[in-house]
């Protein structure tokens, strides 16, 4: 198996064993289960901001170990501070060395938009996503039909939570549409065996409907490519690993984005 099918088989043992110990029910009786989520769409298309969506992890399959011991309360605050649009934050424990906890701090502390970042493969994820102070979650083409993409989106919908649907090339683009979907992500990533393509972002981006906010995702690491991908349509771009190498994220994003706006 590569690694994103081991990611998966991983995940449903995971899920199912959360279903037994924290059913629906007491989910549902979260602090956040009833509060409005911010716009993921909406903040990402702000002139006053540039689109980056600054993640949070700690460790990843492709570098190992990133970041072990960096603060969620003061790399998220800091983000924010230094003009992210919004924070994404990896609640997967096995591969990336995230746990929901990581969300709900960063929740606690930031009234942005919160992408839950990880392999949703089960309703019960996103109704658990909402419970912890999400405000949007993440859809991988790669591991879902066209009719689990449908009916996931509209479970998020049902919640009024935001979708980003992330593809990796042109046959899970046009296969993955559907309008509970609010942006649409092209991870660079080539998740089977981590290569990277800046370049795959550009060659979707006259595919992609005008409908759904273009965000580009891994491999970004200088405030040029974000310029240069923004004059084709982008208006998020999902940055970590540049951010968290370092050990103050929160001041490497800060100087990314004096950079960009210099650009911009």
Same mark, same amino acid.
Not at 102 to 127: G, H, M, S, V
Not at 189 to 214: M, Q
Not at 235 to 260: H, Q, V, W, Y
């Given at each position: /198996?590569?690694?994103?099918?081991?990611?998966?088989?991983?995940?449903?043992?995971? +899920?199912?064993?959360?279903? *037994?110990?924290?059913?629906?029910?007491?989910?549902?009786? *979260?602090?956040?289960? =009833?509060?409005?989520?911010? %716009?993921?769409?909406?903040?990402?298309?702000?002139?006053?901001?540039?689109?980056?969506? #600054?993640?949070?992890?700690?460790?990843?399959? *492709?570098?190992? /170990?990133?970041?072990?011991?960096?603060?969620?309360?003061? &790399?998220?605050?800091?983000?924010?501070?230094?003009?992210?649009?919004?924070? %994404?934050?990896?609640?997967?424990?096995?591969?990336?060395? $995230?746990?929901?906890?990581?969300?709900? &701090?960063?929740?606690?502390?930031?009234?942005?938009?919160?992408?839950?970042?990880?392999?949703?493969?089960? =309703?019960?994820?996103?109704?658990?996503?909402?419970?912890? $102070?999400?405000?949007?979650?993440?859809?991988? #083409?790669?591991?879902?039909?066209?009719?689990?993409?449908? *009916?996931?989106?509209?479970?998020?919908?049902?919640?009024?939570?935001?979708?980003?649907?992330?593809?990796?090339?042109?046959?899970?683009?046009?296969? %993955?549409?559907?309008?509970?979907?609010?942006?649409?992500?092209?991870?660079?990533?080539?998740?089977?065996?981590?290569?990277?393509?800046?370049?795959?972002?550009? &060659?979707?981006?006259?595919?992609?409907?005008?409908?759904? +906010?273009?965000?580009?995702?891994?491999?970004?690491?200088?405030?040029?490519? +974000?310029?240069?991908?923004?004059?084709?349509?982008?208006?998020?771009?999902? /940055?970590?690993? &540049?951010?968290?190498?370092? %050990?103050?994220?929160?001041?490497?994003?800060?100087?990314?984005?004096?950079?960009?706006?210099?650009?911009?």
């Amino acid at each position: /198996m590569n690694i994103l099918d081991q990611i998966v088989a991983h995940k449903q043992k995971e +899920v199912a064993e959360r279903k *037994s110990l924290y059913p629906v029910k007491l989910l549902e009786k *979260s602090i956040y289960f =009833e509060s409005q989520p911010v %716009s993921l769409k909406k903040y990402l298309l702000r002139p006053d901001k540039v689109g980056i969506i #600054a993640e949070f992890k700690r460790k990843s399959p *492709s570098k190992g /170990m990133i970041n072990p011991y960096v603060a969620v309360e003061r &790399t998220s605050v800091g983000y924010m501070q230094a003009g992210a649009s919004a924070l %994404s934050i990896l609640t997967d424990t096995a591969f990336f060395g $995230g746990k929901n906890e990581d969300l709900i &701090t960063a929740r606690k502390f930031n009234f942005c938009p919160i992408l839950r970042k990880d392999f949703t493969i089960d =309703e019960y994820q996103i109704i658990e996503a909402k419970s912890i $102070g999400a405000d949007a979650i993440l859809l991988i #083409a790669a591991i879902l039909s066209p009719e689990q993409i449908r *009916s996931l989106a509209a479970v998020a919908k049902s919640l009024k939570m935001e979708v980003l649907l992330e593809v990796h090339d042109q046959q899970e683009l046009e296969r %993955s549409l559907t309008p509970d979907v609010d942006a649409l992500g092209v991870n660079n990533r080539n998740l089977k065996d981590f290569t990277v393509d800046i370049n795959l972002s550009k &060659t979707l981006a006259p595919i992609i409907p005008d409908d759904f +906010v273009k965000v580009s995702e891994s491999g970004i690491s200088e405030a040029e490519t +974000v310029a240069d991908l923004a004059t084709y349509g982008y208006k998020g771009f999902l /940055m970590g690993e &540049t951010f968290m190498k370092n %050990s103050r994220p929160e001041k490497a994003c800060a100087a990314f984005i004096d950079r960009l706006r210099v650009l911009i």
